[in-house]
Structure formats: C-alpha cells, structure tokens
C-alpha cells in the first residue's frame, strides 16, 4: 500500500464496478470511513455511475479499462451482473487492483481457474461478497454449535414468492438460474457452518412453465466431517414471511433453531435446545433463546442483515491494508459455486431434463469440471 512520510499510510482508493443496488450499498460502506476513499465508478448505464457518485462523490469513467488505468484506484468493487464478474476479476486483477467481488464471482469452473491463475499471478488481495458470514445470528449459532456435541446434521431452507416470469433472475439464462442467484448464499452458510462437503445429490424443478431457468432446487449434502444437511431454495412459496430464511443444526446433545430476516429485525432469532438425557418419554430438556446483538442496521432496503455490508467493508480493507488472508477467501467463493454447478449436473443426469429452456454452453454438464463430480456420465 502506499504510505505517506512517516510511514502512515493513505486511505485505500475504491473503484466501484456497477451502479446497481449492491453497487450503491457498497459505496455507502466506503464513504464512512477514514481509512479509503471513493474514487470513482463505472456503469454500462453511465446515468446510473453519474447518480452514485453525485451521492457518494469521486468521479465517472467512461470504461472498466479507464477505471482500472486509474493510479488513484488501489481496490476495485464489482457489484455488477454476475455474467460479467470473471472478466472483469481478472482484468482487475491484470492492472494491479485489489479486489471484493459480489457472488457468484464466477458462473463455470473454467471461469473460476481462470480467476484463480490471475489472482494469483498479481499477487492481490481477493475477497468474496458473502454478506450472511456477519450476520448476528449466524455468529450466534455458529458459536453455540459447540454446545450440541457431534453434529450430524443441518438444514438450510430459503424462499420467496415470485409470481412473475421476467426480471432479475429470469430475464436471461446467462446469469445462471435461481439456485445461482440465491442459492449461492445458503451453499456458502452451508459450509461455514460445517466445513468441506464431500458428495452432493440434488434436484431441481422448472415449476412456473413460463420461466427460462429451474426455480426450485433440494440438494442432499454430505459433508467430509460425516454430518448430512439439505438445502431447498425456492421461488415458489413462502416460508412464513417473505424471504424468510430457516435453519437448523441437529447435534448428539440439542439443537438450534433459527431464521433470518432481511427485511426486519425481528424475526432475526435462534433458539438453542439442549437435552439433559434424563428420561425416554418424558420432556426433559431446556429451551432457551440465544442472545442476538443489537447491531445497526444502516440499510433501508435489508434492515434484516444489520450491518453486514459495513463489516463486510471493514475486513476487506483490513485484508488490503494487512495482507492478511480476508474472511471469505476466492476458495469459498469457488466452493459455494461448485455445489450449485453440482446440483445442476445432478438434476441433469438423474432425469435427462435439461434446467433450462436454452441449455448456455457454459452449462454443459463436465463430469471433470470440479471435485463433487466423480460420475463419467453426461447430463443431456
């Protein structure tokens, strides 16, 4: 980093790399602080660049290659569309910057090594955007985990109701599909909760006709430490609220139940349950509700997630200014990544049903294409 007399360094330059919502959430976390500056930003929809540095200052570019030539730009925030995330990674990464990525950081294993070979070429620091590692009640259960004994099971379940069949997720089968899209958080939380997983069966539906890509996908995971866990992620329903997220981890002692909300505070809860082993038939157990810290919560759109997105800036910076490894690395990106694109194959194989209407080549099922997949067979 560069430091001025007296060895103090300078704040850290941000680029900021699409002018979406994420995009405007970021540069929000940057303005804040002391310790970087918002130097500029770049959009396809210059519109877009102009609004957000009006609001958060620094100035626009006219193209990613103008941003990244910029000597003032030491770290690049790319909160685009995820089609886009591999290249611009690695050009970011080519001109020297330091970089946080929105997930997916990548839509195929090739894309992902591809990544990889560059990140590691330059030398910089890569952080992935998995904003659910700072949650409150994440931290909580994750802490408490300990407590349950062995644990040999957890269960992820996160759904929306989505009536329409255009937008976001369904707009364009190169974005991925809805498991891509949403899913890739829950993979994520999967394995920091319980580490590497070792073997995957999954299966996904195309309930709504009128969509291009799956909408519901239930995979089976089975984790290297021995513990089994599913995830259902859904477009279809919801779950109590909207966007409601449940889980629950099983251990030989208890268990924890617990939801995250991310449009409330409220509903952000986990319960811990422990058994005294005392009787068969009989009720013998305490129920007791885990403290949830009172974060702020900055975000007009996810008060839900309390401050995520400012912690998730605060480590980035940190790994920047440290050089020490940041707290969601380029390998848990990748892992969150190959569950899904395990999940894909699988669904593809099993049935013989594509999970999209126009099967992108990018998806084309490769039984060589990353470690879960240990089948030769091809999905059609």
């Not at 380029?330 to 049903?353: C, F, M, N, P």
């Amino acid at each position: 980093m560069k430091r001025k007399s007296g060895g103090r360094q300078l704040p850290v330059g941000i680029g900021i790399v699409g002018a979406g919502l994420m995009g405007s959430i970021h540069a929000g976390c940057y303005a804040k602080r002391r310790d970087c500056c918002v130097i500029g930003c770049f959009s396809r929809t210059r519109s877009k660049a102009e609004a957000l540095a009006q609001q958060f200052g620094g100035r626009v570019y006219d193209s990613l290659k103008e941003l990244l030539a910029d000597p003032e730009i030491d770290a690049v925030n790319i909160s685009s569309p995820q089609a886009v995330h591999a290249e611009q990674a690695i050009a970011a990464a080519k001109a020297g910057k330091h970089i946080f990525c929105e997930k997916p950081v990548a839509l195929t294993a090739r894309e992902l090594g591809d990544i990889e070979k560059a990140i590691a070429r330059a030398g910089v620091t890569f952080m992935t955007g998995h904003q659910l590692r700072f949650h409150p009640v994440v931290n909580v259960v994750k802490a408490n985990m300990p407590r349950l004994g062995p644990v040999y099971h957890l269960d992820i379940e996160w759904t929306l109701r989505i009536a329409g069949h255009k937008g976001r997720c369904w707009e364009s089968y190169r974005l991925g599909g809805f498991f891509m899209e949403l899913g890739c958080h829950v993979t994520d939380l999967a394995r920091y909760f319980m580490g590497p997983i070792q073997d995957i069966s999954a299966y996904t539906l195309r309930i709504n006709p009128k969509r291009i890509t799956e909408d519901y996908t239930n995979c089976l995971l089975r984790f290297k430490r021995g513990a089994v866990g599913s995830i259902l992620v859904s477009a279809n329903h919801r779950t109590g609220r909207q966007g409601l997220l449940r889980g629950r981890v099983l251990g030989e002692k208890g268990r924890i139940d617990f939801t995250v909300y991310p449009y409330g505070r409220q509903f952000n809860r986990a319960t811990l349950v422990l058994d005294k082993g005392k009787s068969i038939f009989v009720p013998d157990v305490t129920v007791r509700e885990l403290r949830i810290p009172r974060r702020p919560s900055p975000s007009e759109v996810y008060p839900g997630f309390f401050d995520v997105y400012e912690q998730e800036a605060a480590a980035f910076l940190k790994a920047v200014r440290t050089g020490a490894e940041p707290p969601c690395t380029l390998a848990d990106g990748r892992s969150a990544i190959e569950i899904i694109l395990a999940a894909y194959h699988q669904q593809g194989v099993a049935t013989r049903r594509r999970n999209f209407v126009r099967r992108p080549k990018r998806y084309r099922s490769d039984a060589e294409c990353h470690p879960l997949i240990r089948s030769g067979a091809k999905a059609h």
